[in-house]
């Protein structure tokens, strides 16, 4: 039978999960994200280059938790960029400048393997650094371009996002700027539960899978669930009233026969949880949330 923790067990370990690491895991990440703009920096060819290096995902986010302290990085060339949609009066002009794909992975991995010492460039997406224990985590560089969906119902008539080629040919459109401001909103009408209770929920996806009891699964995917909680289901009662409401109606939400997954939307409210490209499905979500409620003794 998996375990199921007793009622003090669940307050002793919510107590211990409403922020996320402390200050000296904070610093090694801020170190990790200062040197992969150093090594960029140094790269001769990206002189006069217009491009974003920043940290993406859980970190900036504030949803990352001990044990998932790998950071994300983004390394984005803006000046070529990629766009959908459309717009009649501010047509994009065509690239005809020298970079491409190819390029500019390439000279992202020459100036990672200059900074770093050789890196790991084996998997689809990202360029793996390993971690130096006491000094930096490990952290995934991907390399992407500027992406703009022009769209009448946003602001400004455009989204801005970031679009990843795979070394398999496959693109992925991600939205990083949408989702660390209306999870910024979201926390900020919730009185910061909002991530507080995907913290909870990312702890216990790590012991249940650690356990045996539910196959690993990304963190992001526990953010995407409780982003879909109403605000005001966060707000009854103390920290664990809030955690209990949460998972009750996701799992509601996840078994609901007139209009089942179909309005849940990932953080950055673009894209769906549930559909083509995701790493997840809906029985995984079923999973994770009955296992979770059982786990917590709820």
């Not at 990352?64 to 803006?78: A, F, H, M, P, T």
């Not at 409401?245 to 990932?266: C, I, K, P, Y």
Request: net charge negative; charged share 25%; aromatic share 12%.
């Amino acid at each position: 039978m998996p375990r199921q923790l007793t009622y003090d067990q669940r307050l002793t370990l919510i107590s211990k999960w409403p922020n996320p690491p402390g200050q000296s895991e904070q610093d090694r990440l801020e170190r990790a994200e200062r040197m992969v703009q150093g090594a960029i920096s140094l790269h001769e060819p990206f002189q006069g280059v217009d491009l974003t290096v920043e940290a993406k995902g859980s970190y900036p986010n504030k949803t990352n938790v001990r044990g998932d302290s790998d950071v994300d990085i983004k390394v984005q060339l803006n000046e070529c960029f990629y766009y959908d949609g459309t717009s009649w009066f501010n047509k994009p002009d065509a690239y005809t400048g020298p970079w491409t794909t190819d390029s500019l992975r390439k000279e992202v991995h020459e100036a990672l393997d200059e900074h770093f010492g050789t890196v790991d460039a084996d998997h689809n997406i990202a360029f793996y650094v390993p971690e130096v224990i006491g000094s930096r985590p490990s952290i995934d560089v991907v390399p992407c371009f500027k992406y703009v969906l022009f769209d009448s119902r946003a602001t400004g008539g455009k989204r801005e996002g970031s679009v990843v080629f795979g070394q398999d040919g496959k693109k992925i459109v991600n939205w990083p700027e949408l989702q660390l401001a209306n999870g910024r909103t979201k926390n900020g009408l919730t009185n910061r539960r909002y991530k507080f209770v995907v913290r909870v929920l990312k702890n216990v996806e790590n012991d249940l899978s650690t356990e045996g009891v539910i196959k690993e699964l990304p963190s992001y995917f526990s953010e995407c669930l409780i982003y879909n909680v109403p605000n005001h289901v966060f707000l009854g009662g103390g920290f664990d009233d809030a955690v209990r409401s949460s998972l009750l109606n996701v799992r509601s939400q996840l078994t609901n026969a007139w209009f089942g997954t179909r309005h849940m939307v990932e953080p950055n409210e673009v894209k769906k949880v549930f559909g083509e490209g995701q790493k997840w499905d809906e029985a995984d979500a079923r999973d994770l949330i009955n296992s979770a409620l059982y786990y917590l003794n709820y």
